[in-house]
């Protein structure tokens, strides 16, 4: 009988798999009175792509490259691992249900198209929702067919994922009033049949209904009060005037917490007496002659905003040391991190794959101290809310499963390799992977930067100021990529809360990361949701239906990434609803109840 079921078993995935093969791979052919708008074809650089098939993609996230298209299977793996500098559409059968930006899950019956580059820029102009896909195995080309049927596919599922909101909220919070939702429910339907009924004019009434279902959605996700709204800032604004119409605009769009880029690319935007004493750049130049810093929090408390420093930890930024004698690694070169394949080069290294960026060494205890100084000077001089630790890891290397995943690794200083020897009697530049003692190699480097955060959280305890953390979402390859152990930060108490940014447009993508945070989290560590929707100029959509995803899973709020790409239409759609109570407020089921603001500790 056992055989029997596992004989069946696999001929039914045989059969699935065929069926999909025959969707994906079978030329489109458009139904009875359906209209073509749009047809464009891009060869494809790589299927499923390996270190041995694609060299171009080497030295970068889910081995795609510069400027390629990508098409990944279930064969590849259970995520594409891409970075967000690129654009993915998830297929299913021979139809694009979804959009993301990085790091999609790929379906077991379908495929994740990723482009980077001009394949990004195809991607973005000739593919949507809805749109059909064709790929011809005999000249590797991809067609992506846009037609009348699209828009309606995209009109019908849009008023699905809005009736299953409002259901959730029906039955989850009290005082939920959905009349504005429903009106514009039955409005796009109305554009719906009136698509269906007039052929020639199918677009035209499509699009009206996809605008009605929008609208919705733009109301059908209540306000709650309790939930920490906030946003990522990197301060470009240069007078006192022009801090004061960004933090306005902040009011405008109801975000109460944030988190403002202070230390960046090895500079600060304040006069630092830190950077002084070390001789490094005693402000960042562009703000000679103010501190921004005072005024920020200033104004922001006015507004009762929180204000959560923006922190670039390990990172000292992408220019090369030689261009300025005062840069971090020019006046201090030991400092640097370097990876195993460059670990005796005179030259200091920088990370391909992170917009060659120079990093820091965590090992180091002049580093570890320098930038202890810095932190206390910004929380005795400016008494800021809250630190938010970002980089705060070794640089990205490639993933275990790639064969050269040994010499991508970082922190291969002349201080760690020493110290390791001594402590384990062998240079772990003489380890690999397989050998017994990689895991003790590993975990010495990820305990160097437990013991920062370890060290920075008894700061900030001390001062009553909250720690919060970036951290990236994916566990295991937190662990083997990045030598990141955030759960160990989390069990042992040392954050307050955790703000990952969820590199991606698309929901079911961003809820599984959710959920492997969770999964890996003490109860005492808030998890804000950061949403990276608005930098890949992803639609509002996408924005509502994650930070309902985050509603559901019961966080304690959303951090928008970033305030220079939270336009006017983002912020409107927000203040539609979701952070404005318009003078009505529920109270949603099983949400932890925190004040506004949330971020700082015991309140």
């Not at 790589?46 to 098409?71: A, F």
């Not at 300025?324 to 690694?329: D, K, M, T, W």
């Not at 999964?519 to 639609?539: D, E, H, I, P, Q």
Request: aromatic share 14%; hydrophobic share 35%.
């Amino acid at each position: 009988m056992k055989s029997r079921f596992w004989a069946v078993l696999i001929f039914m995935f045989f059969l699935c798999n065929q069926v999909f093969a025959q969707d994906i791979f079978a030329p489109y052919v458009p139904q009875k009175n359906e209209i073509i708008f749009n047809q464009s074809m891009y060869k494809i650089d790589v299927i499923d792509p390996q270190v041995s098939t694609n060299r171009k993609g080497i030295n970068y996230p889910g081995l795609r490259g510069s400027n390629q298209l990508v098409v990944y299977s279930p064969a590849f793996g259970y995520r594409t691992n891409t970075n967000e500098f690129g654009s993915e559409a998830i297929i299913i059968g021979d139809t694009v249900t979804s959009l993301s930006g990085a790091d999609s899950l790929i379906p077991a019956n379908g495929l994740v198209i990723s482009g980077h580059g001009r394949a990004k820029k195809w991607i973005n102009e000739n593919i949507m929702v809805g749109a059909k896909v064709y790929i011809d195995r005999e000249t590797n080309v991809i067609t992506s067919y846009i037609t009348s049927e699209t828009f309606l596919y995209t009109a019908r599922e849009r008023i699905k994922e809005v009736q299953n909101m409002m259901l959730y909220y029906l039955q989850n919070a009290s005082n939920y009033n959905p009349k504005r939702t429903e009106q514009n429910i039955a409005k796009a339907n109305d554009f719906i049949q009136k698509a269906q009924r007039n052929s020639e004019d199918s677009q035209k009434f499509a699009s009206r209904a996809i605008e009605y279902a929008n609208l919705a959605m733009s109301t059908v996700v209540p306000y709650e009060p309790s939930e920490l709204k906030g946003v990522w800032i990197r301060p470009a604004f240069y007078s006192e005037k022009e801090i004061i119409k960004a933090l306005d605009n902040l009011a405008y769009a109801g975000i109460n917490n944030i988190f403002l880029e202070t230390y960046y690319h090895g500079k600060t935007i304040f006069p630092s007496q830190t950077m002084t004493r070390y001789g490094f750049i005693r402000q960042n130049e562009e703000f000679v002659g103010f501190d921004p810093l005072k005024i920020w929090i200033s104004e922001a408390h006015k507004r009762g905003m929180k204000v959560n420093i923006w922190f670039e930890t390990f990172y000292v930024g992408n220019k090369s040391p030689e261009t300025n004698a005062e840069y971090i690694l020019a006046k201090q070169p030991s400092w640097a991190n370097y990876q195993k394949k460059n670990a005796d080069s005179a030259a200091i290294p920088y990370s391909v794959s992170e917009h060659n960026g120079y990093f820091i060494d965590p090992a180091n205890p002049n580093v570890q101290n320098f930038l202890y100084e810095l932190l206390c000077e910004i929380i005795t001089r400016y008494k800021p809310d809250g630190i938010n630790l970002d980089y705060i890891r070794y640089p990205q290397s490639l993933e275990p499963r790639y064969s050269n995943y040994d010499m991508s690794n970082w922190g291969y200083t002349k201080y760690a390799r020493a110290e390791f020897k001594k402590m384990y009697g062998i240079d772990p530049i003489d380890l690999k992977p397989t050998d017994p003692m990689w895991y003790q190699w590993k975990f010495y480097r990820c305990n160097k930067v437990t013991s920062f955060v370890r060290r920075v959280s008894v700061l900030c305890r001390y001062n009553n100021v909250a720690i919060t953390t970036v951290i990236f979402p994916n566990r295991a390859a937190a662990l083997d990529t990045k030598l990141q152990d955030w759960r160990t930060w989390s069990m042992n108490n040392f954050v307050d809360g955790f703000t990952p940014l969820f590199l991606t447009c698309d929901d079911k993508t961003a809820t599984n990361l959710m959920g492997e945070v969770l999964r890996n989290k003490s109860a005492s560590t808030k998890l804000y949701a950061g949403l990276f929707v608005t930098f890949m100029n992803g639609a509002s959509s996408d924005l509502i239906k994650q930070i309902h995803a985050a509603r559901r899973y019961g966080l304690s709020g959303v951090i928008i990434f970033d305030y220079a790409h939270f336009n006017r239409s983002y912020m409107d759609v927000l203040t539609e609803s979701i952070f404005k109570s318009g003078g009505r407020e529920v109270t949603i089921q099983g949400c932890p109840q925190t004040q506004s603001g949330g971020a700082k500790r015991g309140r």
